[in-house]
Protein backbone atom coordinates (compact mmCIF):
# COMPACT_ATOMS: atom_id res chain seq x y z
CA UNK A 1 0.00 0.00 0.00
CA UNK A 2 0.82 3.56 0.25
CA UNK A 3 1.60 4.19 -3.54
CA UNK A 4 3.25 7.41 -5.08
CA UNK A 5 2.62 7.36 -8.96
CA UNK A 6 4.73 9.89 -10.26
CA UNK A 7 4.92 10.43 -14.44
CA UNK A 8 6.36 11.38 -16.55
CA UNK A 9 9.65 9.26 -15.72
CA UNK A 10 11.36 11.05 -18.25
CA UNK A 11 11.06 14.44 -20.18
CA UNK A 12 12.96 16.21 -22.66
CA UNK A 13 11.97 19.89 -23.20
CA UNK A 14 12.87 22.87 -25.16
CA UNK A 15 14.40 26.01 -23.45
CA UNK A 16 11.40 28.25 -22.49
CA UNK A 17 8.48 25.87 -22.33
CA UNK A 18 7.28 24.52 -19.49
CA UNK A 19 6.79 21.26 -18.17
CA UNK A 20 4.41 19.88 -15.96
CA UNK A 21 5.20 16.83 -13.32
CA UNK A 22 2.45 14.70 -11.66
CA UNK A 23 1.89 12.42 -8.50
CA UNK A 24 -1.07 10.87 -7.92
CA UNK A 25 -1.29 8.75 -4.19
CA UNK A 26 -2.97 6.01 -5.54
CA UNK A 27 -4.42 3.86 -2.33
CA UNK A 28 -3.79 6.76 0.00
CA UNK A 29 -5.00 10.69 0.50
CA UNK A 30 -1.76 12.59 0.61
CA UNK A 31 -2.67 15.92 2.07
CA UNK A 32 1.26 16.72 2.32
CA UNK A 33 3.42 16.21 -0.45
CA UNK A 34 6.80 16.97 -0.88
CA UNK A 35 8.85 17.87 -3.73
CA UNK A 36 12.43 17.42 -3.73
CA UNK A 37 15.42 18.07 -6.73
CA UNK A 38 18.39 16.16 -6.89
CA UNK A 39 21.69 16.86 -9.12
CA UNK A 40 24.09 14.63 -10.10
CA UNK A 41 25.89 12.81 -7.45
CA UNK A 42 24.08 14.92 -4.61
CA UNK A 43 21.69 14.04 -2.22
CA UNK A 44 17.59 14.99 -2.10
CA UNK A 45 17.25 18.76 -1.74
CA UNK A 46 13.45 19.67 -0.50
CA UNK A 47 11.80 22.59 -2.98
CA UNK A 48 8.45 23.21 -1.11
CA UNK A 49 5.98 21.59 0.45
CA UNK A 50 2.55 22.04 -0.44
CA UNK A 51 -0.64 21.01 1.12
CA UNK A 52 -4.02 20.45 -0.44
CA UNK A 53 -6.15 23.30 -0.87
CA UNK A 54 -3.57 26.14 -0.07
CA UNK A 55 -0.35 27.50 -0.96
CA UNK A 56 2.95 25.61 -1.19
CA UNK A 57 5.63 26.33 1.44
CA UNK A 58 9.05 27.04 -0.51
CA UNK A 59 12.14 26.49 0.37
CA UNK A 60 14.81 29.20 0.49
CA UNK A 61 16.18 29.65 -2.74
CA UNK A 62 13.38 28.46 -4.92
CA UNK A 63 11.87 30.56 -7.14
CA UNK A 64 7.98 30.35 -6.44
CA UNK A 65 6.97 31.90 -9.88
CA UNK A 66 9.35 29.20 -11.63
CA UNK A 67 8.28 26.05 -9.79
CA UNK A 68 4.35 26.46 -9.46
CA UNK A 69 3.17 23.64 -7.64
CA UNK A 70 -0.62 22.88 -7.40
CA UNK A 71 -2.16 20.25 -4.78
CA UNK A 72 -5.82 20.96 -5.71
CA UNK A 73 -7.29 17.46 -4.85
CA UNK A 74 -6.18 15.14 -2.03
CA UNK A 75 -4.76 12.58 -4.68
CA UNK A 76 -2.80 14.60 -6.88
CA UNK A 77 -0.07 17.36 -6.75
CA UNK A 78 1.88 18.55 -9.79
CA UNK A 79 4.79 20.14 -10.16
CA UNK A 80 5.39 22.69 -13.18
CA UNK A 81 8.36 23.97 -14.44
CA UNK A 82 7.51 27.43 -16.03
CA UNK A 83 10.40 29.05 -18.64
CA UNK A 84 12.67 25.79 -18.45
CA UNK A 85 16.41 26.53 -18.42
CA UNK A 86 18.84 23.89 -19.17
CA UNK A 87 20.14 24.38 -15.33
CA UNK A 88 16.68 23.18 -14.61
CA UNK A 89 17.85 19.93 -15.65
CA UNK A 90 17.59 17.55 -12.85
CA UNK A 91 16.05 14.88 -11.13
CA UNK A 92 12.63 15.55 -9.56
CA UNK A 93 10.87 13.24 -6.67
CA UNK A 94 7.46 13.27 -4.62
CA UNK A 95 7.05 11.67 -1.69
CA UNK A 96 3.99 11.80 0.78
CA UNK A 97 3.41 11.37 4.64
CA UNK A 98 1.84 8.91 5.31
CA UNK A 99 -0.03 8.56 8.71
CA UNK A 100 1.60 5.62 10.71
CA UNK A 101 2.93 4.10 7.68
CA UNK A 102 5.94 6.91 7.38
CA UNK A 103 7.15 8.71 3.67
CA UNK A 104 6.29 6.92 0.55
CA UNK A 105 8.24 8.18 -2.67
CA UNK A 106 7.65 8.66 -6.28
CA UNK A 107 9.89 6.90 -8.59
CA UNK A 108 11.64 9.96 -10.28
CA UNK A 109 11.22 12.55 -13.24
CA UNK A 110 14.25 13.35 -15.04
CA UNK A 111 13.98 16.34 -16.76
CA UNK A 112 16.51 17.17 -19.36
CA UNK A 113 16.21 20.90 -20.92
CA UNK A 114 17.93 21.21 -24.67
CA UNK B 1 28.28 19.58 9.06
CA UNK B 2 25.44 17.66 7.72
CA UNK B 3 22.93 16.30 9.57
CA UNK B 4 22.97 13.32 8.80
CA UNK B 5 26.20 11.23 8.01
CA UNK B 6 26.67 8.18 6.04
CA UNK B 7 29.62 5.89 5.26
CA UNK B 8 30.98 4.41 3.43
CA UNK B 9 30.50 6.47 -0.03
CA UNK B 10 31.30 4.40 -2.30
CA UNK B 11 31.23 0.29 -1.67
CA UNK B 12 32.47 -2.45 -4.03
CA UNK B 13 31.61 -6.06 -2.62
CA UNK B 14 32.00 -10.03 -4.09
CA UNK B 15 28.30 -11.38 -4.54
CA UNK B 16 28.22 -12.96 -1.52
CA UNK B 17 29.38 -10.49 1.00
CA UNK B 18 27.97 -8.94 3.88
CA UNK B 19 27.41 -5.58 3.52
CA UNK B 20 27.41 -2.87 6.44
CA UNK B 21 26.42 0.72 5.55
CA UNK B 22 26.63 3.44 8.67
CA UNK B 23 24.38 6.63 9.38
CA UNK B 24 25.19 9.11 11.95
CA UNK B 25 22.54 11.89 12.57
CA UNK B 26 22.61 14.75 15.09
CA UNK B 27 18.87 16.15 14.93
CA UNK B 28 16.10 14.25 17.09
CA UNK B 29 13.98 12.40 15.11
CA UNK B 30 10.60 10.61 14.64
CA UNK B 31 11.86 8.12 12.27
CA UNK B 32 14.71 6.79 10.38
CA UNK B 33 14.56 5.70 6.69
CA UNK B 34 16.55 3.42 4.74
CA UNK B 35 16.32 4.55 1.16
CA UNK B 36 17.23 2.28 -2.19
CA UNK B 37 17.84 4.52 -5.15
CA UNK B 38 18.43 2.68 -8.37
CA UNK B 39 20.32 3.60 -11.16
CA UNK B 40 17.90 4.90 -13.19
CA UNK B 41 16.81 7.34 -10.30
CA UNK B 42 13.66 5.65 -8.83
CA UNK B 43 13.42 5.64 -5.29
CA UNK B 44 12.05 3.15 -3.22
CA UNK B 45 12.04 3.06 1.10
CA UNK B 46 13.01 0.08 2.34
CA UNK B 47 12.85 0.46 6.06
CA UNK B 48 11.17 2.87 8.40
CA UNK B 49 12.94 2.67 12.03
CA UNK B 50 12.19 4.41 15.17
CA UNK B 51 13.69 1.66 17.49
CA UNK B 52 15.25 -1.85 17.66
CA UNK B 53 15.64 -3.43 14.11
CA UNK B 54 13.78 -4.91 11.25
CA UNK B 55 14.36 -7.36 8.83
CA UNK B 56 12.97 -8.31 4.90
CA UNK B 57 15.06 -10.26 3.35
CA UNK B 58 18.21 -10.36 3.20
CA UNK B 59 18.09 -6.82 4.33
CA UNK B 60 18.60 -5.67 8.36
CA UNK B 61 18.23 -2.64 9.47
CA UNK B 62 19.13 -1.43 12.88
CA UNK B 63 19.31 1.56 15.19
CA UNK B 64 20.44 2.68 18.37
CA UNK B 65 18.67 5.56 19.93
CA UNK B 66 21.02 6.53 22.63
CA UNK B 67 24.04 6.72 20.18
CA UNK B 68 22.07 8.52 17.21
CA UNK B 69 23.31 5.57 14.71
CA UNK B 70 21.94 3.15 12.22
CA UNK B 71 22.99 0.53 10.09
CA UNK B 72 21.53 -1.34 7.17
CA UNK B 73 23.25 -4.47 6.72
CA UNK B 74 22.93 -7.13 2.86
CA UNK B 75 23.32 -10.33 3.77
CA UNK B 76 24.39 -12.56 0.89
CA UNK B 77 25.05 -9.60 -1.31
CA UNK B 78 23.25 -9.92 -5.02
CA UNK B 79 24.38 -7.95 -8.20
CA UNK B 80 21.30 -6.85 -8.55
CA UNK B 81 22.01 -5.25 -4.78
CA UNK B 82 23.77 -2.67 -6.49
CA UNK B 83 22.46 0.74 -6.07
CA UNK B 84 22.39 4.22 -4.00
CA UNK B 85 21.64 3.50 -0.58
CA UNK B 86 20.76 6.87 1.50
CA UNK B 87 20.12 7.25 5.05
CA UNK B 88 16.89 9.87 6.19
CA UNK B 89 16.09 11.37 9.40
CA UNK B 90 12.60 12.65 9.80
CA UNK B 91 13.01 15.50 12.76
CA UNK B 92 10.58 15.15 15.26
CA UNK B 93 9.98 18.81 15.16
CA UNK B 94 7.87 18.85 11.98
CA UNK B 95 8.09 17.89 8.29
CA UNK B 96 11.81 18.13 8.02
CA UNK B 97 13.50 15.42 6.34
CA UNK B 98 17.35 15.35 6.50
CA UNK B 99 19.16 12.96 3.91
CA UNK B 100 22.35 12.02 3.50
CA UNK B 101 24.31 11.96 0.68
CA UNK B 102 24.21 8.26 0.04
CA UNK B 103 26.17 5.18 -0.08
CA UNK B 104 27.11 3.46 -3.74
CA UNK B 105 26.44 0.06 -3.42
CA UNK B 106 28.33 -1.96 -6.74
CA UNK B 107 27.94 -6.00 -6.10
CA UNK B 108 30.67 -7.50 -8.77
CA UNK B 109 29.35 -11.44 -9.66
Known amino acids: GAVVSQHPSRVICKSGTSVKIECRSLDFQATTMFWYRQFPKQSLMLMATSNEGSKATYEQGVEKDKFLINHASLTLSTLTVTSAHPEDSSFYIC??????????FGSGTRLTVV | KNEVEQSPQNLTAQEGEFITINCSYSVGISALHWLQQHPGGGIVSLFMLSSGKKKHGRLIATINIQEKHSSLHITASHPRDSAVYICAAASNTGNQFYFGTGTSLTVIP
Open chain 1, 95 to 104: SARVLNYGYT
